[in-house]
């Protein structure tokens, strides 16, 4: 009797133990913890419903062709730092350009050319906690310090096609898928704050077959998905389960959130656009690449992420190729990996920080770029886990 009434007992704590994890006001999930990560299972519906950005455009650079430090005729990409200055990479004068937060151009950081401190086609850029300025040019990476002097150069082995900084200085990247013995696999690579190789955090398949003999990238791809984190040092997954890892600075793995999805096939109609006007990329494809093209068995689950200042994560929902002008859908989670909202966003921001919007805007019978900040009108509403 006494060893039932332990048994008994040890169940009732255990018990006690799970309502613990899983107890959030009206929320449905569950928090476990596997081979010692904490993982964070949401259903499908999020916890405080949808929930829509109320903007009111404040600022507006750009659109003067007899203004150059302020014309984007090409567009290009942003950042923007703890102070709110922007960091523009500039497509079509291949610079990159400070302004202030009020909107006044700052200088130049670095110019196009061969020698030091110069880049041939720079792509995006990263700052950090001190104000260093990190230009993505190719396979490099040039550091300067904030008033524009070359502090370094850093050659990250192997090649990135996307990579992030954490703020420790490491480097989280996907390298260029290959074929050959083996590939083509999508792997997640760790590397110092010099670029040197640390070590492989995560493998992916997809739907790609080691040992096939050609590769087409599309529409329905699966990729990485990457974005720095203000709390740990790294975000990333994998588009073809709806599972997020969140890392610290040495890439181990602090958190994974899962979402309960049901998987969206992908039509003979998408199949057909796809192979007409869907086509990125290619190795060994011949002439008719869209039928080397490989499908995945379901619609990617994302097709980026985005951080905000206090630590919540935007996952940007794949589309279909054939509603591709359509509205973005956004799922929105708390740091802590909670299943917080539903959104729609009319455009694809490059940046969300301290109540604002940022987000190159083309304009459709110009074809000019302007970069706007927006003021959220509603961030304060806007909550950041299970309140």
């Known amino acids: 009797m006494r060893s039932i009434s332990r048994l008994i007992f040890a169940i009732f704590l255990a018990a006690i133990f799970v309502a613990g994890q899983t107890a959030r006001p009206g929320w449905k999930g569950t928090i476990t913890t596997e081979n010692g990560v904490k993982v964070v299972k949401n259903p499908a519906e999020p916890l405080y419903g949808t929930f829509a950005f109320e903007l009111e455009e404040k600022l507006k650079i750009g659109g003067d062709p007899n203004d150059a430090p302020s014309y984007f005729p090409k567009g290009g990409t942003l950042s923007i730092d703890n102070s709110g200055n922007f960091y523009v990479v500039d497509f079509g004068a291949v610079r990159v350009a400070m ?10 950081i ?44 850093i050659v990250p082995k192997p090649h990135f096609s996307q990579a992030i900084l954490g703020d420790a200085g490491s480097i989280l990247g996907t390298p260029h898928l290959v074929l050959g013995p083996g590939e083509p696999k999508h792997r997640v690579i760790l590397t110092s704050k010099d670029g040197a190789i640390q070590r492989a955090i995560a493998e992916f398949h997809g739907e790609f077959s080691e040992g096939q003999k050609s590769l087409v990238l599309h529409w329905y791809s699966n990729q990485v998905a990457l974005t720095p984190s203000v709390s740990d040092a790294f975000i990333y997954g994998f588009s073809d389960e709806y599972k997020i890892f969140r890392s610290d600075a040495e890439g ?4 994974i959130t899962t979402r309960d999805e049901k998987p969206q096939s992908i039509s003979a109609s998408e199949k057909a656009e796809t192979r007409k006007n869907g086509l990125f ?3 060994n494809a011949g002439a008719n690449r869209g039928d080397a093209a490989i499908f995945p068995g ?13 630590g919540r994560l935007y996952v940007v929902r794949a589309k279909s190729i054939l509603e591709k002008d359509a509205p973005t859908d956004v799922d929105v989670f708390s740091k802590e990996g909670i299943y917080l909202y539903k959104m729609i966003w009319p455009a694809m921001p490059g940046a969300i920080q ?9 304009d459709k019978e110009t074809g000019e770029y302007t970069i706007i900040r927006s003021r959220i009108k509603n961030w304060e509403k806007m909550k950041t886990g299970a309140e």
Do not use: C
């Open 99 to 108: 302004f202030d937060k009020m909107g006044k151009f700052v200088r130049t």
């Open 110 to 153: 670095g110019r196009r050319g061969q020698g030091p401190g110069e880049f041939s086609f720079p792509t995006r850029t990263h700052i950090d906690a001190e104000g260093k300025v990190y230009i993505w040019d190719g396979w490099d990476v040039l550091v300067f310090e904030k008033d524009g002097t070359l502090k370094r150069k």
């Open 252 to 255: 181990r793995t602090t958190l």
């Open 281 to 283: 990329a290619w190795w």
């Open 298 to 310: 379901h619609r990617p689950f994302f097709s980026g992420f985005l951080s905000d200042n206090v």
């Open 354 to 362: 301290n109540g604002a919007f940022y987000e190159f805007r083309e």
